[in-house]
């Protein structure tokens, strides 16, 4: 797949991705803004993504609730989600309907409509997700929300919780919500990437047409959220008093995606080998030969994906078992299978995690919507949204490092260690 | 610079159109239909092989639950770790899985392997060994699943409701217990396989960068090592009865359960019927998207509840119109009653023009996309060609939506949405709830 790249850069500062693509009249649009957990300060905790949910609350020229109906009206999907490093929405819709997107997209970057009735309904939206994906949910938020973070990162930015304490959320105000506005919305904190059935100039054109004319401001400076290395191994577990069984996480510190990308995508290797999928290491070891564990997998950043995060970031091997006596066995094993890929690992070893990496990537961007997330990531974080289509290569590139990587990344004093214990009946 | 943003909304641009494009549609000696449709956006192939599994009974979750993980655990020419590592080796993933309708065995890869991707399935359904070394192991893995989805209330809720709505078919598919699943043995799951996991009747769909013709020839060759099977086939599984109407609120309780899981049901039209498209239209524009009556009212007016929702549940011999909402304990009377409300507004006064107009593109939309995908027309097409229609039912169904007014949308939301045909059970605190509750409609209370 080979589709073509055209970028622009409008005068008041938002960056423009095209990928072009006439194979079917689907047509995407995504607009990454440069802010999310990350952002937040104390006393704010879950802010970017209550905001996230206010930029559908309407805006300049469109009442609450016309947005849903105008995109769904002409075909289309669209959400919103929120990353330690992004606030991204996207639409997908029918070719003919990128304009409207366009229109609707550039509204609320000028001037969301957000009243102290809008916000306090998506405080009480917002709880309700929290209450359905992590209080009344056995498992909820493990490891990503409040266990991993706060073991692995010493940072208020780096290791709060991103969903937000109910007191936080219900301390939100509109004059916060402007501030944030002003401070993270500019034009020049933003990049639109289209996806699809668009010629690169009409559609370049498109975007100046809808968004040209919203003022340029500076786009906020972005503070370092570095973090110093771990002093050694960290513990902590906790009792889930909804799970049945027990859960493990074991949080890695990883390599600068950006600054070290080629270390970065040796980590991603040694991911794969050990828990991607029933011909991982972890996954042949743990559940298919000593029946220590249910299932075990990788999660980035705890959350989806490797590639939509800055450093600093992590790694999270996540295990379900039926037993917390076994943790200590558990914990070694995954360590012999890391030093087993640190002491040498054959290209032939590594030839299928290659071609399970490369065709899971292709089938990500099956949908032009992904498509456009991945790209518009790619552009916001690196200048490079043609690395979605040469991901492959940057692997395959890094493969001579997986030895090196498994030595010092996944060594014991550079990971954080929870475990959620169960308190509900079995 | 620019000359201003233009005022006005633009439109919408033309109606959204469904092109599935050629499509091969022919059936293997034994039996087997396969269907076949190129989509070329990645250098990717999908595969979607279904196989019917005859009357299982009510109670055979258990073997359903193992067949789908043991025919992954080894065939005759390799262990399971060899399957695995045969698959990754050519940057493929197979996964497997059995309901009440089918087997159903799913795998992707590069378009370039489509044979041997063909092969590894053909060996999988045809030839497992059930090695009596993995038995034990994916039994307490099934076991663990079974006890954890046991403590999820969305899971809870929505088995309760298939209760009501099929009960004693297989389609109610209560939770096995553990124990249950810890007592079956090799020799049921040998036999199971050998009795009903067979050509005839089985489908198999494959969609992706490669030709048509040639998918389906290829399928017959890799499929044509699978025995037709000796002895009598399984019974066909037969339709559920009609459910009758449970009256008043069924309460799972859920001691200290922080959300109400509400869920409301009636069993309605399948995709058979000539109403189906109305009441699709009608259930979008109830629940079925984001622009609904349902969202409006308990998500962005009461703030009630994060993700409520509306649909149509296609089982293959029986569908159900079902809506969906977790909300706060303290507000389950409150958003219930809503619900009802909204229900009862839509049997009695059916959709406005514009409704009609909004869920016709969104519905026609959701669709079109769906078919420039690989992935997803894979899974539409698996579900038409398993349900005996043939892939131009997407084009059809388009034609159908196109042509609707909103007649005939009102008179199949009266017969499918009205609150007094349809069945609510609540999963939450019974101590906290049941009170309001008892306000709106009778209340009986069961353990979880």
Request: glycine share 10%; charged share 20%.
């Amino acid at each position: 797949m080979g589709a073509e790249v055209e970028t622009s850069i409008l005068a008041n500062g938002l960056r423009v991705v095209v990928l072009t693509d006439m194979s079917a009249p689907v047509v995407a649009v995504a607009v990454h803004y440069d802010v999310g957990f990350r952002s937040e300060p104390p006393g704010s905790t879950g802010f970017a993504h209550l905001f996230e949910h206010l930029m559908f609350q309407g805006s300049e020229r469109l009442a609450k609730g016309e947005l849903p109906r105008l995109i769904q009206g002409s075909g289309g999907i669209f959400n919103g989600f929120t990353r330690p490093d992004a606030t991204v929405y996207f639409e997908q819709l029918p070719a003919g309907a990128l304009e409207l997107a366009l229109f609707c997209e550039a509204d609320r970057m000028r001037a969301p409509r957000i009243t102290e009735e809008n916000l306090a309904n998506q405080i009480a939206v917002v709880k309700e997700e929290i209450r359905v994906n992590v209080l009344n949910q056995p498992y909820g938020g493990f490891p990503w929300l409040t266990d991993l973070p706060p073991l692995l990162f010493d940072t208020f930015a780096n290791a709060h919780n991103g969903y937000g304490s109910f007191e936080d959320l219900d301390g939100a105000s509109l004059e916060d919500v402007q501030r944030f506005f002003d401070s993270y919305y500019a034009p020049a904190n933003a990049v639109v990437t289209i996806a699809g059935a668009a010629a690169p100039d009409a559609a370049i054109g498109a975007v100046e047409r809808h968004f040209g004319d919203i003022p340029g401001r500076r786009a906020p400076a972005r503070p370092s959220f570095a973090e110093g290395v771990l002093d050694g191994e960290r513990r902590a577990e906790r009792v889930d008093a909804l799970a049945p069984l027990p859960a493990l996480a074991l949080g890695y510190r990883v390599p600068d995606p950006i600054g070290d990308e080629e270390r970065y995508c040796a980590t991603v290797l040694v991911a794969s080998l050990l828990a991607n999928g029933s011909a991982s290491r972890l996954f042949d070891r743990l559940v298919r030969r000593d029946r220590l564990a249910a299932d075990v997998g990788a999660m980035w950043g705890g959350l989806d994906s490797a590639w939509t995060s800055r450093d600093p970031t992590y790694l999270a091997l996540v295990v379900h078992y039926p037993d917390e006596g076994l943790t200590d066995r558990i914990v070694s094993a995954v360590d012999a299978e890391i030093e087993a890929i640190a002491a040498g690992i054959s290209v032939s070893e590594l030839e299928p995690v290659l071609a399970q990496l490369t065709s899971e990537h292709w089938m990500q961007l099956d949908s032009k919507y992904a498509l456009a997330v991945q790209a518009g990531f790619f552009e916001q974080q690196r200048g490079r949204p043609r690395l979605v289509f040469e991901l492959a290569d940057h692997l395959t590139a890094a493969a001579p490092l997986v030895g090196e990587v498994a030595a010092e990344w996944f060594a014991p004093r550079n990971r954080a260690v929870c475990t959620l214990l169960a308190g509900g009946a079995p | 610079m620019t000359t201003g943003a233009p005022r006005g909304v633009p439109d919408p641009g033309p109606y959204p159109s469904i092109v599935l494009g050629d499509v091969s549609d022919a059936r293997t000696k034994d039996g087997v239909r396969v269907v076949a449709v190129r989509r070329s956006q990645v250098p990717l192939v999908h595969l979607r092989l279904q196989v019917p599994l005859g009357d299982v009974g009510p109670r055979d979750g258990t073997a359903l639950r193992l067949l789908g993980k043991m025919l992954l655990a080894g065939t005759g020419g390799r262990s399971g770790s060899e399957m695995a590592a045969a698959v990754q080796r050519i940057g493929a993933s197979v996964d497997a899985s059995a309901d009440a309708d089918h087997l159903s065995l799913t795998a992707s890869g590069p378009a370039g392997r489509l044979v041997e991707i063909l092969e590894l399935l053909g060996e999988i359904v045809a030839s497992p060994s059930f090695p009596r070394d993995q038995v034990e192991g994916e039994r307490e893995r099934v076991a663990q699943e079974v006890l954890q989805e046991a403590s999820d209330p969305v899971a809870v809720a929505t088995r309760a409701l298939w209760g009501e709505l099929y009960p004693g078919h297989p389609y109610a598919d209560p939770l096995p217990s553990a124990a249950s699943v810890r007592r079956t043995g090799r020799t049921s799951l040998v036999r199971f396989h050998a009795e009903r996991v067979r050509p005839a009747g089985s489908t198999l769909v494959v969609v992706g960068d490669v030709d048509p013709d040639v998918a389906v020839g290829a399928a017959g060759g890799a499929l044509g090592g699978w025995p037709s099977g000796s002895g009598a086939a399984a019974p066909a599984l037969g339709s559920p009865r009609p459910a009758g109407r449970r009256s008043g609120i069924l309460v799972v309780h859920r001691p200290g359960a922080v959300q109400s899981n509400i869920r409301i049901g009636a069993r309605c039209e399948g995709r058979h019927d000539p109403a189906f498209p109305a009441l699709m239209l009608a259930m979008t524009a109830f629940g079925g998207s984001f622009s609904s009556r349902l969202v409006a009212n308990l998500r962005e007016r009461n703030g009630y509840t994060y993700s409520p929702r509306a649909g149509i549940d296609e089982r293959r011999l029986a569908a159900a119109a079902t809506v969906r909402a977790e909300v706060s304990t303290d507000v389950t009377a409150k958003a219930l009653a809503e619900i009802r409300y909204e229900l009862a507004r839509m049997a009695t006064a059916g959709v406005t023009p514009e409704e009609l107009e909004t869920s016709r593109r969104y519905v026609t939309g959701v669709v079109a996309m769906a078919s420039a995908s690989q992935a997803a027309l894979a899974g539409m097409l698996a579900d038409l060609v398993a349900d005996d229609l043939d892939p131009s039912y997407l084009e059809v169904f388009a034609r159908e939506l196109a042509e609707l007014d909103t007649e005939p949308v009102a008179k199949a939301a009266a017969r499918s949405l009205a609150p007094v045909g349809m069945t609510t059970v609540v999963v939450g605190d019974a101590d906290v709830v049941v009170d309001a509750l008892s306000t709106l409609d009778h209340v009986q209370v069961v353990g979880s």
